[in-house]
């Protein structure tokens, strides 16, 4: 899977590349300015999932069956998608809408069909979602408007979210808090 841009930056196509057959397919044929960009193939390699924003005016979420060459919506929200992948084995979907200028991250286990409901978390952008091989572990940064990015794991069987590092030094935090009383 590739993207190529067009007469314009708003303007892109995916391609699919067949390494057995060498053959190049366009699968997001178009008129206008469209812009679509591939993001991952789901663990069983049944589907291509790409962005697009056509017909939206907001980049939404979609898959291509490499079977039949169907596609369909997956994912629309009132905000840009900025990007989807998968966990090492499948199980989890991770999407970040880039909503009003901070990033949500969306978590959906494949196997349920449901959304993975986060612990309540502070205002912040959170960046850098890696889940771990087994699964069993997603590792983030989180950053806010008072405080710069912080690394946090969530273990998502016991639902607990554990802050690893204090990127604030210790003055600031006490001079932050020293403001608040």
Do not use: C
């Not at 979420?61 to 090492?88: C, M, N, Q």
């Not at 349920?112 to 612990?119: E, Y």
């Amino acid at each position: 899977m590739f993207q190529k841009t067009g007469g314009s930056s708003a303007d892109s196509d995916a391609y699919l590349y067949n390494a057995a057959t060498k053959e190049l397919k366009n699968i997001t044929t178009h008129s206008g300015d469209v812009a679509n960009s591939p993001q991952a193939f789901d663990v069983n390699s049944k589907y291509l999932y790409y962005l697009t924003d056509e017909g939206s005016e907001f980049q939404h979420l979609e898959r291509y069956d490499l079977a039949s060459g169907k596609h369909e919506l997956v994912e629309k929200s009132p905000w840009d998608i900025s990007y989807t992948y998968f966990s090492h084995n499948g199980k989890y979907r991770v999407t970040a809408i880039n909503e009003d200028a901070r990033t949500k991250i969306e978590i959906k286990d494949e196997t349920t069909g449901k959304p993975v409901t986060l612990p309540k978390l502070p205002n912040g952008d959170i960046t850098g979602v890696n889940i771990s091989p087994s699964e069993k572990l997603m590792a983030f940064y989180m950053n806010g408007d008072r405080s710069p990015g912080n690394l946090y794991v969530f273990n998502f069987s016991t639902q607990k979210v554990t802050k690893l590092t204090e990127s604030l030094s210790p003055k600031l935090i006490r001079l932050i808090w020293s403001t608040r009383k």
